[in-house]
């Protein structure tokens, strides 16, 4: 269960900094994009109190739908730099077996007026239609989709996720699961160029393309390029971790393994809604006085392989 997986992770942070103390945790904030079922109510609380820390613990839980474990680490570090808080634990939770997606309704599932309005469309929509615009051909995106496979093979069999990999654990205490099942190494072109896309059938016949097309009324015809093996994948996790002041790593002995130095949001185009990356890591960057040269790796969630 979602709760199961957070549990799994507070344990293990107190079991790899045995000396700290667990009241000295002042929150924990948790992204959850579907906040409802299993992981509804307050899931960072509920972990908690399941996980036995003191009752002077808080959780929340935010959604900023995608970058919600993300947006979870920026506002522990702006609580932490603020002053307001010393230890923040954030990360995310997600069981998209258990809760599928837009299981929370919203506006822009429910209200077909609002839907309309906002020209709203599915992710994958906006996906194919980066494509379309851009010019990437369905084997332009399967050859990136390949080479994103190879690149984290490459990552597990160097080893480069083994502090960050936490086994999931029954109730007795015994392995059920220790790696990453989502990726597929071995994957190339050849083989995603067998699957058939996934957006196409929504697009054309549940009127999302017409959708679209009336925003970007200059595009003829939407290519639909995307598929199960070019997109990002239906899977269950959780991740989790310790955001401090120096003044705690230095009281307990806690060796930092980053520093965030800057953070920052953006908003892009509702109806392609894929490209915000791009201006918020300009603001990030200009927030920490650097440039793009100034940094040696990049880590992004290539949601769709457009």
């Known amino acids: 269960k979602p709760v199961d997986l957070v549990v799994g992770l507070i344990h293990e942070i107190r079991a790899r900094f045995p000396d700290l103390d667990p009241a000295a945790v002042d929150d924990i904030v948790l992204g959850v994009v579907g906040p409802v079922g299993d992981q509804g109510s307050d899931i960072a609380r509920i972990a908690a109190i399941a996980a036995g820390?003191?009752?002077?613990?808080?959780?929340?839980?935010?959604?900023?739908?995608?970058?919600?474990?993300?947006?979870?680490?920026?506002?522990?570090?702006?609580?932490?730099?603020?002053?307001?808080?010393?230890?923040?634990?954030?990360?995310?939770?997600?069981?998209?077996?258990?809760?599928?997606?837009?299981?929370?309704?919203?506006?822009?599932?429910?209200?077909?007026?609002?839907?309309?309005?906002?020209?709203?469309?599915?992710?994958?929509?906006?996906?194919?239609?980066?494509?379309?615009?851009?010019?990437?051909?369905?084997?332009?995106?399967?050859?990136?989709?390949?080479?994103?496979?190879?690149?984290?093979?490459?990552?597990?069999?160097?080893?480069?996720?083994?502090?960050?990999?936490?086994?999931?654990?029954?109730?007795?205490?015994?392995?059920?699961?220790?790696?990453?099942?989502?990726?597929?190494?071995?994957?190339?072109?050849?083989?995603?160029g067998k699957l058939k896309p996934s957006f196409a059938d929504i697009g054309e016949l549940g009127g999302f393309d017409a959708v679209a097309l009336q925003k970007y009324h200059w595009v003829e015809k939407i290519d639909h390029v995307h598929h199960a093996g070019n997109s990002s994948g239906i899977v269950d996790g959780a991740s989790l971790v310790a955001i401090g002041s120096k003044e705690v790593g230095d009281r307990y002995g806690l060796r930092p393994r980053a520093r965030i130095v800057s953070a920052a949001v953006s908003g892009s185009e509702p109806t392609i809604m894929l490209t915000g990356p791009a201006p918020a890591t300009r603001k990030a960057l200009a927030k920490a006085g650097l440039t793009i040269d100034d940094i040696d790796l990049v880590e992004i969630n290539e949601a769709f392989a457009a």
């Open 53 to 192: 820390l003191p009752d002077t613990v808080a959780g929340v839980q935010e959604n900023r739908f995608c970058a919600s474990g993300l947006e979870a680490v920026n506002l522990a570090a702006a609580k932490v730099r603020s002053g307001w808080e010393d230890l923040v634990l954030a990360g995310g939770v997600e069981s998209m077996s258990r809760v599928p997606m837009a299981s929370d309704g919203g506006a822009w599932f429910n209200d077909p007026m609002t839907n309309l309005a906002t020209n709203f469309v599915p992710q994958g929509i906006g996906a194919d239609l980066i494509a379309t615009i851009e010019g990437f051909s369905r084997r332009d995106v399967d050859e990136y989709a390949a080479l994103s496979q190879e690149r984290a093979a490459t990552a597990w069999k160097e080893g480069r996720f083994e502090r960050s990999v936490v086994p999931v654990r029954d109730r007795a205490g015994l392995t059920v699961l220790d790696h990453d099942e989502h990726p597929r190494p071995g994957t190339t072109a050849d083989s995603l």
